[in-house]
């Protein structure tokens, strides 16, 4: 029988402060996000907060007036969608450094858990040490 390898407490507390570390900048980069776009004629901008939230709308020039009311409501809505679609990227892009390796974050925001779940479980078990040993008695240690 052999010994299971030792463990190094001051290590693991060290690592896991490190990861706290890292959680908590990412989380203060999350709420620091903006998203910005502007129309392909440069008329309407948008800035929405990380959480998608107009916090500045411009509308540049005198053009605008001059457009029918569902036009210009077209380009206010294009344009606002277009700088959520920019936070949600930044936000994706700050998160993506916390994931374990090899597991991406969709943009989209489609997230297939089981599928995620299931793939840093192959990850870890691939590089894990083989301990398929069995108890001093014999017995069978999964049940």
């Not at 706290?20 to 980069?29: D, F, K, T, V, Y």
């Amino acid at each position: 029988m052999s010994n299971p390898p030792e463990y190094d407490m001051g290590q693991a507390i060290a690592e896991l402060r490190a990861e706290q570390a890292r959680i908590q900048a990412a989380g203060e980069h999350m709420a620091s996000v903006t998203g910005s776009a502007s129309s392909a004629d440069r008329m309407v901008s948008a800035t929405v907060d990380s959480q998608g939230r107009l916090v500045e709308l411009k509308l540049t020039g005198t053009r605008y007036r001059r457009l029918a009311p569902a036009e210009l409501c077209t380009r206010i809505v294009a344009t606002v969608r277009a700088a959520q679609e920019n936070a949600a990227r930044e936000a994706a892009t700050a998160l993506s450094g916390l994931l374990p390796p090899g597991l991406g974050l969709p943009v989209d925001g489609d997230f297939d858990l089981d599928a995620m779940f299931d793939a840093a479980v192959s990850a870890a078990m691939a590089s894990a040490p083989d301990t398929n040993e069995t108890s001093p008695e014999g017995a069978d240690l999964d049940g």
